[in-house]
């Protein structure tokens, strides 16, 4: 390790107790809130949705808590601390434009969808919006494997920096942390998940921000992050980097192609994820003050954390610690985020960033979990096996739920198969690139079929599956990360319209339904009002 | 071949799509307002 540069410190007694009580203190929340949450719902659908009256506030927290993994949180600053400028400027700054579309696009219909369809799932709305049962249950089984790829790598970067940061073995963490996720899952159904997520994002969006500004103004400004990085390697400062390879995860890095793949990909899985859209099924009718408040409350928690994030946090971090990090063959750049809290906040601010990380990884899984096993419970058990009753399915969302956070946590103290760790690579892209036509451009085009969309999730499934072998799988890889990108949002484009073209649309009746005619076009046809 | 880098390029291009993205996303809100307003 150099000396020139900052070490990993040893675990203090400060740093074990802070990181503690955090973290306590947060599963405590987790499970008042749950509890509250528990005389809020009152049958099956309320179990799944609540009252549909969460306001803005809550939903807009929400939204961030459930996009703010803990990827994003610090897999992300890890990324520009070992690549450096180039690892994830354009991307990390597409990602706030990537959030804000989804409310844009996606808040409103998916809320009054919900409701004409009666509807409690995203699942659910498709298949009612589609007038097909058989395309539900594609649906749902589509969303429940990649979600399931999705979350098997949530606890990972928790686990694995609670480890290196305490000394701690995170299997007593990780186990209370998922017990605890059971409890307000399941005692709090929908509404208590919502709240959870909200006050987590809240939360690491108060800490993400901090840190970012602290760092900006520790390092002393942009040029001397600049001066500094020249001197170790120019090529941190570049924001395309061509001597790395241009084929695998990396041409996202290197080429114009993989970095014009990285604005595609974070808005596609903005829009896309099931688990931020299901964040408005459960709100109000928003008025226009509402809906302005909803966007400013993500602009402000997600925005400059993110962007910061991936940009100067990676860079300040790599301005203290060279490479110190990168020799830690275990954790490497996963550490670059806590370690800079650590070394310019001390012990704690790294307990404030850890107690954070903690709650990103577990709101994100709750998200995932909850989505996992209504699609399971709802989405294929309801659909055709109806005189199910309530209190069967309830029980049996209490058992889904057990076992799919359970196996994230198995999965990151056990090295998960190698197949599996292939197909959770482009989980996230496949999701994002299937549902952002599937869900959201069904909002819009009464055209779509459900051929149409089937088509699509058959595609993306199939892909995605296939990318991840041929960036990650095979070596040397067959193809970039950004050209696998490129070719699944086409092909899903292709997919979607081509099949919807060419086959039958719903009924009239339920397109007019879902689609009724503007005031303008009403006003031109005045015989549209009476009917 | 090694690269010349000038790293006032890379805070200039940071900053460019930084402050397009935000013009976006105020015009884009500021449009999606009025339309709701209209319906």
Redesign the interface.
Same mark, same amino acid.
């Given at each position: 390790m150099s000396g020139q540069f900052l070490n990993i410190p040893t675990p203090t007694s400060g740093m074990v107790i802070g990181s503690v009580i955090g973290t306590a203190c947060l599963l405590i929340v987790a499970v008042a809130l749950g509890l509250i949450a528990k005389r809020r719902w009152k049958s099956y659908d309320e179990f799944l949705v609540g009252k549909r009256d969460f306001g803005p506030w809550v939903t807009g927290f929400a939204l961030c808590g459930a996009y703010l993994s803990g990827w994003a949180f610090c897999g992300s600053t890890g990324m520009v601390y070992k690549f450096g400028?180039s690892g994830m400027?354009?991307g990390g700054?597409?990602g706030?434009?990537g959030i804000? @579309?989804a409310i844009?696009l996606a808040a409103?219909k998916t809320r009054d969808f919900a409701e004409k369809l009666n509807a409690t799932t995203i699942t659910e709305t498709l298949g009612r919006r589609f007038e097909s049962k058989g395309l539900q249950t594609i649906i749902a089984i589509s969303m429940l494997f990649f979600l399931f790829m999705y979350s098997v790598g949530q606890l990972k970067a928790a686990g694995g920096v609670w480890y290196a940061v305490t000394g701690l073995r995170p299997f007593w963490c990780l186990l209370i942390c998922i017990a605890i996720a059971w409890v307000f899952l399941a005692v709090g159904g929908y509404t208590g998940t919502q709240w959870f997520i909200a006050v987590k994002g809240a939360f690491i969006g108060f800490v993400g921000g901090l840190l970012s500004i602290w760092a900006l103004i520790y390092a002393g400004g942009?040029g001397k992050i600049?001066d500094a990085?020249?001197a170790q390697k @120019?090529?941190l400062?570049?924001?395309m980097?061509?001597?790395l390879p241009p084929v695998g995860v990396t041409e996202v890095f290197s080429t114009y192609i993989g970095i014009m793949a990285t604005p595609i990909i974070f808005l596609t899985m903005a829009i896309g994820f099931p688990h931020n859209v299901s964040r408005f099924l459960g709100m109000k009718k928003l008025s226009?003050r509402d809906?302005?408040i909803l966007?400013g409350v993500v602009?402000v928690v997600v925005g400059i954390p993110n962007?910061l994030d991936c940009?100067s946090n990676g860079l300040v971090a790599r301005m203290l610690f060279g490479t110190n990090l990168l020799e830690n063959k275990q954790w490497g750049a996963d550490l670059a985020a806590p370690m800079l809290s650590w070394a310019i906040g001390g012990t704690g601010l790294m307990c404030l960033y850890l107690t954070a990380l903690v709650g990103a990884a577990l709101g994100t899984l709750s998200a995932l979990v909850f989505i996992m096993s209504a699609n399971v419970t709802r989405d294929i058990v309801k659909l055709w096996r109806p005189q199910t009753s309530d209190q069967s399915l309830i029980g049996m969302n209490y058992f889904l739920i057990a076992l799919f956070l359970f196996l994230p946590f198995y999965w990151t103290l056990q090295n998960p198969p190698q197949l599996l760790v292939l197909f959770m690579g482009l989980a996230a892209m496949g999701l994002g690139s299937i549902f952002f036509f599937v869900t959201v451009i069904s909002y819009y085009w009464r055209g779509a079929t459900k051929v149409g969309a089937m088509l699509t999730v058959i595609f993306g499934t199939v892909f995605a599956l296939f990318g991840g072998w041929a960036v990650m799988g095979r070596k040397p890889p067959l193809l970039g990360l950004g050209t696998t990108e490129w070719i699944l949002i086409t092909g899903c484009a292709i997919t979607y319209f081509g099949g919807s073209l060419l086959t039958k649309a719903p009924s009239a009746k339920l397109l007019d339904k879902l689609f009724p005619p503007?005031?303008?076009e009403m006003a031109i046809k005045p015989g549209l009002v009476g009917e | 071949m090694e690269q010349v880098v000038d790293p006032n390029v890379a805070w200039i291009g940071w900053a460019l799509v930084l402050a397009f993205n935000l013009l976006l996303t105020v015009i884009g809100t500021w449009l999606i307002l009025r339309r709701r307003r209209e319906e």
């Open positions: 400028f400027w354009f700054i597409w706030l434009v804000i @579309p844009w409103t942009l600049s990085l020249m @120019p090529a400062m570049t924001l980097d061509r001597s226009n809906f302005a966007i602009f962007m940009s503007k005031k303008a | -």
